[in-house]
């Protein structure tokens, strides 16, 4: 710390105290007059208890005077001294006690004199009771009536003497019992009586109580006010009395506490502050003394650490950077043909683009890793049999072969004189292979044929587990016990509901029915709602799983797996919601017979229910009706693709002419698309063309033209039915009030009156409610052709850009007619349309991000 300044002290007291002042004599206190009536005896020194004779009064009275019966007065009178006076015998008074000194006595005896202040008190004031304490580090003069202070370097010892500080201790003012002490890392330049405690200066230091700071030996140093010198990091060194280390130049080094650095011998190099010389590295030199290393030039290499040299580089070998370890074997495709190069040559800019060469080759005798060698080729058209090598094939394999190229997993090839890989469709059937292996034995036990697509029915059946992407045994595997769950609950659910319908009071029955028309309208909206969304997420996994067949990219996976989530159930898969159900009902063919033939039975046997309720006069026959038509619209786009899949077939190997060609069913392999069977296939499928994809809409657009005129003529304008309940309200609240009725006929539309005798027992309500008079008649089959152009129609697409671009088309076409038109009566249900427009369209440009790869893989 700074050293305190001294301030000048106050001159010592003398510790002896000055004589007690003479006090003046106090005036006797005066003695009280006597009464003259009646006259007392003249006391005596000790007083009588009674007078012993009477003294007549000069004036007779007429009464005598009675005997007193006060005792008689003592020859000398009572006196009290209160505190802060004494007894003065002399003058026989009280008098005060003078400044300096104090009396506290209360009670006889009356003290003779006053009592000085103790050491350490005073008191300024005559006739003081008591004496007060003195500051902290002053000492009271030796009257008692004033404090003073010690010098500096001194202490107040006791409260009553000034001692000097010792050695080590110090004091910028006197202090009280001790002085300060001068820690480590200061001094006080004095052996004693040391006023102030300065820090050591840079290079010195000390201890506590040091008088003097000692300078720090060779190879330490300290910065100011330290208790020792701290030694010097290694790379640094000092003299004697160093304030800070220096460091070592580049090219020296020191160990700690050095006094001087050494130079760094040959192979090795240090900068600035180096607590050791470097080794060089490999590939790097130095000389003696040097600050860095020397990498070796382009051409040349060093192998060793604390290298004095470089070596240039042996024929075949290359170092084309500086600081090489070690000269470079060519690489394949390239060759080194001189000694000490610093390049390599490129065989495919020697040689033909295609050709390459072994590590270390001084020539181009193989192809590239990226190709393999076409023997028969090569034969015929020597330096031209390098081919590139496709998907599916390891392309870091060397000196390849078409004889011996194997393929990844997931990818399968049909012969050895194949040149075409393909992606397996069920990437885990395929399990890949190298050398010569193909066809069957790329797959896994239980598949088998074109790219591993058919499961075998040998020994105990396999079925394809589409969530696997494989073949799974049938004994192995069950259907999953949250499937069954699912169906059990849906089971219980309609037979609870049919019990509860059967069972039901009347007037249960009447509360329902009740509550079903006060809500008619709120259940109608939430079933459109659910259409929509139906119909939306249909039209996507058809659309995506589509596209995929076509060779193009999967979806997000965290879109796709919310789509895949639905899409067993929407597309009508049996086989993928009830996995091992194809254990017994093998192949596509059961798809197609099971989904048409279903279809046709549930529609035969609504009609018969329908005729038989209308033949026993039931009026709700209709709904029967309505109902299969509402089912039609969720089901006719997945069972129209279960029927355009019958005529898409794909050819293997159809680009080599030596090899015999395959066409198989795209959606089944064990289809051949050349045998008979498939011929009788394909005529069911046109007839099932007839019935659902082109006949059910027709049969839609007939029976909706049929009610356009009563579609026009109950229109009803919702701007009029505002205004209508708007005079009624007003009418209900009395004159005087007032409703707001503008703008509405800036968003009036046109709804169709459900009420209408012939349309309110219409079984087409699904395709026309909601929907503007103008366009009921056509819009629902519109909408369906839509549908079927997204999910059957691209089909007829094998090129991806040709489906893309068709699916983008429609998409966008949809959406301007949507937005144009607004065909719905609710502004509700044209926004929720539109968004169901929109996420379509946006699926196919994600879709189509995807395939161009403009975010990587």
């Given at each position: 710390p700074t050293p305190m300044p001294t301030p000048m002290p106050t001159p010592v007291p003398t510790p002896m105290p000055t004589p007690v002042p003479t006090t003046p004599v106090p005036t006797p206190v005066p003695t009280p007059m006597p009464t003259p009536v009646p006259t007392t005896p003249v006391p005596t020194p000790v007083p009588t208890p009674m007078p012993t004779t009477l003294v007549p009064t000069a004036v007779p009275t007429p009464l005598p005077t009675p005997v007193p019966t006060t005792s008689p007065p003592t020859p000398v009178p009572t006196i009290e001294c209160e505190p802060g006076t004494y007894f003065d015998t002399t003058m026989s008074l009280c008098a005060e006690c003078t400044m300096g000194r104090y009396t506290d006595?209360?009670?006889?005896?009356?003290?003779?004199?006053?009592?000085?202040?103790?050491?350490?008190?005073?008191?300024?004031?005559?006739?003081?009771?008591?004496?007060?304490?003195?500051?902290?580090?002053?000492?009271?003069?030796?009257?008692?009536?004033?404090?003073?202070?010690?010098?500096?370097?001194?202490?107040?010892?006791?409260?009553?003497?000034?001692?000097?500080?010792?050695?080590?201790?110090?004091?910028?003012?006197?202090?009280?019992?001790?002085?300060?002490?001068?820690?480590?890392g200061d001094h006080t330049s004095v052996a004693s009586k040391a006023t102030t405690c300065s820090s050591c200066d840079g290079g010195t230091y000390s201890a506590d109580l040091a008088i003097n700071c000692t300078s720090?030996?060779?190879?330490?140093?300290?910065?100011?006010?330290?208790?020792?010198?701290?030694?010097?990091?290694?790379?640094?060194?000092?003299?004697?009395?160093?304030?800070?280390?220096?460091?070592?130049?580049?090219?020296?080094?020191?160990?700690?506490?050095?006094?001087?650095?050494?130079?760094?011998?040959?192979?090795?190099?240090?900068?600035?502050?180096?607590?050791?010389?470097?080794?060089?590295?490999?590939?790097?030199?130095?000389?003696?003394?040097?600050?860095?290393?020397?990498?070796?030039?382009?051409?040349?290499?060093?192998?060793?650490?604390?290298?004095?040299?470089?070596?240039?580089?042996?024929?075949?070998?290359?170092?084309?950077?500086?600081?090489?370890?070690?000269?470079?074997?060519?690489?394949?495709?390239?060759?080194?043909?001189?000694?000490?190069?610093?390049?390599?040559?490129?065989?495919?800019?020697?040689?033909?683009?295609?050709?390459?060469?072994?590590?270390?080759?001084?020539?181009?005798?193989?192809?590239?890793?990226?190709?393999?060698?076409?023997?028969?080729?090569?034969?015929?058209?020597?330096?031209?049999?390098?081919?590139?090598?496709?998907?599916?094939?390891?392309?870091?394999?060397?000196?390849?072969?078409?004889s011996t190229m194997g393929v990844k997993p997931g990818y399968y090839r049909r012969s050895s004189a194949s040149t075409q890989v393909y992606s397996c469709v069920y990437r885990a059937n395929c399990v890949g292979g190298v050398n010569s292996t193909v066809g069957d034995d790329l797959c896994s036990s239980g598949s088998h044929?074109?790219?591993?697509?058919?499961?075998?029915?040998?020994g105990p059946g396999y079925f394809i587990d589409v969530h696997?992407?494989?073949?799974?045994?049938?004994?192995?595997?069950?259907?999953?016990?949250?499937?069954?769950?699912?169906?059990?609950?849906?089971?219980?659910?309609?037979?609870?509901?049919?019990?509860?319908?059967?069972?039901?009071?009347?007037?249960?029955?009447?509360?329902?029915?009740?509550?079903?028309?006060?809500?008619?309208?709120?259940?109608?909206?939430?079933?459109?709602?659910?259409?929509?969304?139906?119909?939306?997420?249909?039209?996507?996994?058809?659309?995506?799983?589509?596209?995929?067949d076509t060779g193009g990219e999967d979806p997000p996976s965290l879109y796709g797996d919310f789509l895949s989530s639905f899409?067993?159930?929407?597309?009508?898969?049996?086989?993928?919601?009830?996995?091992?159900?194809?254990?017994?009902?093998?192949?596509?063919v059961w798809s197609l017979v099971g989904n048409t033939v279903a279809a046709m039975a549930l529609t035969i046997a609504a009609l018969a229910l329908f005729n038989y309720k209308k033949r026993s006069g039931d009026k709700t026959a209709w709904r029967v009706l309505k109902r299969l038509v509402w089912v039609s619209k969720l089901l006719l786009p997945a069972i129209s693709l279960t029927i355009a899949r019958t005529f898409r077939c794909i050819t293997y190997d159809d680009d080599n002419s030596e090899l015999d060609k395959i066409t198989v069913l795209s959606v089944d392999h064990s289809i051949d698309c050349e045998s008979s069977y498939y011929y009788i296939l394909v005529t069911y499928a046109l007839f099932m063309v007839v019935i659902f994809p082109v006949g059910v809409p027709l049969i839609w657009l007939v029976k909706l033209r049929g009610l356009r005129e009563r579609f026009d003529t109950t229109a009803i304008e919702t701007s009029a039915e505002i205004e209508i309940e708007t005079e009624t309200e007003t009418t209900r609240e009395g004159a005087g009030s007032s409703t707001d009725t503008k703008g509405g006929s800036s968003s009036a539309k046109a709804v169709i009156d459900m009420k209408e005798p012939v349309l309110s027992v219409s079984p087409l309500q699904s395709l026309f409610r909601g929907i503007q008079p103008q366009y009921a008649a056509y819009?629902?089959?519109?909408?369906?052709?839509?549908?079927?152009?997204?999910?059957?129609?691209?089909?007829?697409?094998?090129?991806?850009?040709?489906?893309?671009?068709?699916?983008?088309?429609?998409?966008?076409?949809?959406?301007?007619?949507?937005?144009?038109?607004?065909?719905?009566?609710?502004?509700?249900?044209?926004?929720?349309?539109?968004?169901?427009?929109?996420?379509?369209?946006?699926?196919?440009?994600?879709l189509l991000v995807r395939d161009a790869s403009m975010f990587g893989p």
């Open positions: 006595t209360t009670t006889p005896p009356w003290p003779t004199s006053c009592l000085l202040c103790k050491v350490g008190k005073i008191n300024q004031a005559a006739g003081s009771s008591g004496c007060t304490d003195c500051a902290t580090g002053k000492l009271s003069s030796s009257d008692r009536t004033s404090c003073g202070d010690c010098d500096a370097g001194t202490y107040v010892l006791n409260g009553s003497s000034c001692e000097e500080c010792p050695s080590g201790y110090y004091a910028p003012t006197a202090q009280v019992d001790a002085c300060l002490e001068c820690s480590a720090c030996r060779p190879g330490t140093s300290s910065s100011s006010r330290q208790s020792s010198c701290t030694d010097c990091e290694a790379g640094k060194f000092s003299d004697v009395g160093a304030a800070s280390c220096e460091s070592c130049e580049g090219g020296t080094w020191s160990n700690t506490s050095a006094s001087s650095c050494t130079a760094c011998v040959a192979g090795k190099a240090s900068g600035t502050a180096a607590p050791e010389c470097e080794t060089c590295n490999v590939g790097s030199y130095s000389n003696s003394g040097a600050t860095s290393c020397e990498s070796c030039t382009p051409g040349k290499f060093q192998s060793e650490q604390g290298g004095v040299a470089c070596e240039n580089c042996t024929k075949g070998k290359f170092s084309d950077t500086t600081g090489a370890a070690s000269c470079q074997s060519a690489a394949e495709g390239y060759f080194v043909p001189h000694v000490g190069m610093s390049v390599q040559y490129k065989c495919s800019s020697e040689f033909t683009p295609d050709y390459t060469s072994s590590e270390g080759s001084k020539t181009c005798d193989e192809c590239l890793n990226t190709h393999y060698m076409d023997d028969e080729l090569e034969s015929r058209k020597p330096l031209h049999g390098c081919v590139k090598k496709p998907p599916g094939v390891d392309k870091q394999d060397t000196n390849t072969h078409l044929g074109p790219l591993c697509t058919v499961c075998r029915s040998d696997k992407a494989m073949c799974v045994e049938c004994a192995a595997e069950k259907v999953p016990w949250h499937t069954w769950l699912v169906v059990s609950l849906v089971v219980t659910t309609i037979a609870l509901g049919v019990a509860a319908v059967a069972f039901r009071s009347q007037g249960a029955r009447w509360k329902m029915r009740s509550w079903a028309r006060k809500n008619h309208d709120s259940l109608n909206r939430l079933g459109d709602t659910f259409t929509v969304a139906w119909v939306t997420i249909q039209t996507l996994v058809l659309l995506i799983r589509n596209h995929k899409g067993s159930l929407v597309s009508l898969d049996v086989f993928a919601v009830f996995p091992g159900t194809d254990c017994w009902y093998k192949g596509y819009f629902e089959v519109a909408d369906m052709t839509r549908r079927l152009a997204l999910t059957c129609g691209t089909m007829v697409f094998t090129s991806l850009g040709h489906f893309v671009l068709f699916s983008l088309s429609v998409a966008m076409l949809s959406l301007v007619a949507h937005t144009q038109l607004l065909p719905f009566d609710t502004k509700l249900m044209d926004n929720i349309h539109s968004v169901a427009h929109w996420q379509t369209l946006l699926a196919l440009i994600v």
